[in-house]
């Protein structure tokens, strides 16, 4: 058996090996982000970027892998010591989301690659749609928990876990597939440097906007010259960097408010809203420029391969043309030279004078004909 068929024949529980390694990563890699999210942020943000990674595996790997999502899930509530109700919920919630969300991205034939629009509108309009799933089931739970213990339930904001989820859902997940659906690419040198001199301006100025706190330059507002990197980005760089470019960017963001003062949780949670919120924008904004620019050269190229299609059909269509007028010359060279002694001959007939009157008409009708001919 060859490594292909390794990779696509069924093995345990029906999945390939390429399934129960997408699966194994996955399950690492979720129990990862959900230890950084419970250290630096509050607990009830502890299935977010989870959930866009689970997306990612069900997208790429299958919907048969919710069980392992299912499994991971529930293997980090238990690790972050959840309440019993969020054990028993909040796994299943997750889950759906994800399963939900993944299967809604394969309906929409969405290309993990996002060379068209509408991959990039589909991605969020399913985001905008999923992510109500964890955020209710989380007030259910809370209302829940507090009518079982006869206490006032204090539930957690719903817009403050609606728009972490979007935002999770449309900074990782594009970040996620693009790299992993197509991890190998090539640059020329001159591609690498231009590459590299736009992603240190671009860390330079999240550096001195988020971490240092400058807010001018001059009178003109920072934050409008990081549009600048992100725009050299998304006209030049292609969908696969400005993925890159958005998780730095909200990297730095979470990053200033991490090591920020402390401040109240009801403060942090509006602080966090609003650079969660800030970075939706930012990446709705500049998806969209990415894949206009992507539609752009796509149909570019396009017309570009037609335009040669048609310029080899009509260079085939005059060869043959010619090739037909070269023959047909040919052909009215070789029919001229046979028919010269015919007609010759025949005006040799006419010149007897003792020929019936049908015999000349006959000639006389013989020699038109040749005429005919001759002149075709």
Not at 70 to 91: D, E, N
Not at 147 to 168: D, G, K, M
Request: with cysteine.
């Amino acid at each position: 058996m060859n490594s292909t068929e390794t990779l696509t024949s069924p093995g345990l529980f029906g999945w390939t090996s390429r399934q129960w390694s997408i699966g194994v990563t996955f399950f690492f890699s979720y129990l990862v982000a959900v230890y950084v999210a419970h250290v630096f942020t509050p607990q009830s943000y502890l299935v977010l970027p989870g959930c866009a990674i689970a997306i990612t595996a069900l997208f790429l790997g299958g919907i048969r892998l919710w069980p392992i999502v299912l499994a991971t899930a529930l293997v980090a509530a238990i690790m972050a010591g959840s309440p019993l109700l969020t054990v028993l919920f909040m796994p299943a919630a997750l889950t759906l989301q994800a399963v939900l969300g993944a299967n809604l991205l394969g309906k929409a034939e969405v290309d993990p690659l996002f060379r068209r629009f509408r991959d990039m509108f589909f991605l969020f309009l399913i985001a905008i749609g999923v992510s109500v799933i964890v955020p209710t089931v989380e007030s259910l739970t809370y209302v829940l928990d507090a009518a079982l213990s006869h206490t006032v339930a204090e539930i957690p904001s719903w817009r403050y876990h609606y728009t972490a989820n979007v935002f999770a859902i449309i900074i990782i997940t594009p970040f996620l597939l693009r790299w992993l659906a197509k991890p190998r690419f090539s640059r020329t040198w001159i591609e690498i440097l231009e590459t590299g001199a736009v992603f240190l301006l671009l860390i330079v100025t999240d550096y001195l906007l988020f971490i240092v706190g400058v807010t001018n330059i001059g009178s003109i507002p920072l934050v409008y010259f990081l549009l600048i990197p992100l725009f050299w980005i998304a006209l030049r760089l292609r969908p696969r960097f400005v993925t890159l470019s958005l998780v730095i960017t909200a990297g730095f963001t979470l990053a200033a408010l991490v090591t920020g003062p402390a401040v109240p949780l009801n403060v942090y949670q509006e602080q966090l809203f609003q650079l969660e919120f800030f970075m939706i924008i930012l990446a709705a904004m500049f998806y969209v420029v990415v894949s206009l620019e992507e539609d752009r050269r796509l149909h570019s190229n396009l017309m570009r391969s037609q335009l040669a299609t048609l310029e080899n059909a009509v260079a085939r269509i005059s060869s043959e043309s010619q090739t037909k007028n070269d023959f047909i010359a040919v052909l009215a060279h070789e029919l001229r030279n046979p028919l010269a002694p015919v007609v010759s001959a025949i005006e040799f007939l006419k010149l007897k004078t003792d020929r019936e009157k049908e015999e000349l008409e006959m000639l006389s009708m013989m020699e038109d004909r040749m005429h005919t001919v001759r002149r075709l």
